[in-house]
């Protein structure tokens, strides 16, 4: 069992940066692969950013590729989401969620295991 709780979240201008965590609960954290997620009103969720249990090895929306960065601190059960250059429709409610190794970068929320509650993150023009 793990349980997710996503923090960092705000309001912000287009250009500007925000780290969002996810810190996790559960003996198992490190043997679970991430992803960050996010959803707009209106909108499905969509896959952001994803990484496996080692932090060996990293995935990317093309959306976000070169302005976000994904990283994970397994003593700290804690996963993160550098998110810059931000533009206004970046603005959503990010997730953090985990899933097994084998599903690592996988785009299909249905492959994830565990969900946190969300973090909002709004972007001004």
């Known amino acids: 069992q793990v349980q997710l709780v996503e923090t960092g979240g705000g309001l912000v201008q287009a250009g500007g940066s925000l780290r969002l965590s996810c810190a996790a609960s559960g003996r198992t954290f490190s043997s679970y692969a991430m992803g960050w997620f996010r959803q707009a009103p209106g909108k499905e969720r969509e896959f952001v950013a994803g990484i496996r249990w080692s932090g060996g090895r990293t995935y990317y929306a093309d959306s976000v590729k070169g302005r976000f960065t994904i990283s994970r601190d397994n003593a700290k059960n804690t996963v993160y989401l550098q998110v810059g250059s931000l533009k206004p429709d970046d603005t959503a409610v990010y997730y953090c969620?985990?899933?097994?190794?084998?599903?690592?970068?996988?785009?299909?929320?249905?492959?994830?295991?565990?969900w946190g509650q969300g973090t909002q993150v709004t972007v001004s023009s």
């Open positions: 969620a985990a899933a097994p190794e084998y599903y690592s970068g996988s785009y299909y929320p249905g492959n994830y295991n565990y």
